[in-house]
């Protein structure tokens, strides 16, 4: 694929899908590329519908095929929280700090074995021809007692991978491609680019 618009203004997601779509796509542009791209409103009920929602605007703004993400954080003992208000779950235009803050802080009663978590991640590809798709990615873990690590972004200083005893934020960008709940989504999503990848040129 020649060109494919990226509906995001984290530079941290940038960066990881730019490395997950090597070698399939020629040029990945992104929100940040574009002047006036649109803010959507995430108001759907699931990643799934926010996710579509992203990805349909962005590619009608910018005329190109557009992938969007919706994902986000799932805790057992808050009932599924933060969910699909990970980004902004200590209030609107709150930053990864004030948000891990007030996770630990809902955690901060619950033992060690009641702390059980998933990053969940759903992918949206809609072209301006109207094809429309959906991937999606879940890895599990614990929510640590305190921040560990000074990679990624987001709660991965809070998330200790299943398998690794390493937070999300201790892993190489490497690893963390290898099984992130991102890189899951998009392992199926490369593999159907691949697939259909004459058609979509």
Do not use: W
Request: charged share 25%; proline share 3%.
């Amino acid at each position: 694929m020649k060109q494919l618009v990226v509906a995001t203004r984290n530079k941290g997601k940038i960066v990881e899908i730019s490395a997950l779509l090597t070698g399939l796509v020629d040029h990945v542009s992104s929100a940040v590329d574009f002047i006036d791209f649109p803010e959507t409103v995430e108001d759907g009920a699931t990643f799934e519908e926010n996710a579509l929602k992203k990805a349909r605007e962005a590619s009608r703004f910018s005329g190109l095929p557009a992938l969007a993400d919706d994902s986000g954080l799932v805790v057992d003992a808050l009932n599924g929280r933060p969910g699909v208000i990970s980004a902004r779950y200590a209030g609107g235009g709150a930053g990864d700090a004030a948000n891990n803050a007030l996770l630990l802080d809902e955690c901060r009663n619950v033992p060690d074995e009641g702390r059980q978590a998933a990053f969940v991640c759903v992918l949206a590809f809609v072209t301006p021809e109207g094809v429309e798709r959906l991937f999606a990615g879940r890895v599990a873990g614990r929510i640590l007692h305190s921040a560990r690590g000074e990679g990624g972004f987001g709660y991965d200083p809070l998330f200790l991978v299943d398998g690794f005893e390493r937070s999300m934020a201790e892993l190489t960008l490497a690893e963390k491609n290898a099984v992130s709940h991102r890189a899951q989504a998009f392992m199926k999503f490369r593999e159907y680019l691949a697939s259909v990848k004459p058609e979509l040129q």
